[in-house]
């Protein structure tokens, strides 16, 4: 088992940036996938970055060349770095991890992307 919490979310100007944190409760170096997901009211839930343990990264396309996932296994932690925000990238963020293929989530950190 993993907890899971996000942290970073906030209030940001279209083009700005926001750097999200997810800290887990114990050692990340094991767990091979860790995952950004996001929800916007009305719509579903949906993947935008994830990382395995090997440092690989897959990305949606709409965040490509703007968004960057890392993962820190001696902190315990995964960033989701955000650049040139959009109004289109509001939405809850949701920390995502998988262990013998059972998930966990967080319990999300707002984004509002607005002027």
């Known amino acids: 088992q993993v907890q899971l919490a996000e942290s970073g979310g906030g209030l940001v100007q279209p083009g700005g940036s926001l750097r999200l944190s997810c800290a887990a409760s114990r050692s990340i170096a094991s767990i091979n996938y860790m995952g950004w997901y996001r929800q916007a009211p009305g719509k579903q839930r949906e993947l935008v970055a994830s990382i395995t343990s090997g440092g690989s990264t897959n990305y949606t396309d709409s965040v490509k060349g703007r968004f960057t996932i890392s993962r820190d296994n001696a902190k315990n932690t995964v960033y989701l770095q955000m650049n040139n925000l959009k109004p289109e990238d509001t939405a809850v963020y949701y920390c995502?991890?998988?262990?013998?293929?059972?998930?966990?989530w967080g319990q999300g950190t707002q984004v509002t992307v607005s002027a």
């Open positions: 995502n991890s998988r262990i013998a293929v059972i998930p966990y």
